[in-house]
């Protein structure tokens, strides 16, 4: 999902060429989305992030105010 759609459409063909078929979308993901998903995957460029790891796993992305946690 991206709102440009060279990106969605680049992805999608080298993604296939990969042999792997994901659902992609060119909408702009801060209005109503166009059906349901059980899952996204975001992805963003920084120029620099701070990671820290838990001991049970959970990874912390830390920039400047922004912050967030997976796992």
Not at 5 to 33: K, V
Not at 42 to 55: E, Y
């Amino acid at each position: 999902m991206d709102v440009d759609p060279y990106l969605t459409t680049t992805a999608t063909a080298r993604i296939a060429s990969l042999g792997m078929f994901p659902r992609m979308i060119t909408c702009d993901a801060t209005g109503p989305l166009p059906g349901k998903f059980d899952r996204t995957v975001s992805l963003l460029a920084l120029a620099r992030m701070n990671v820290t790891v838990t001991p049970d796993g959970v990874c912390h992305f830390t920039r400047g105010r922004w912050s967030a946690d997976y796992g």
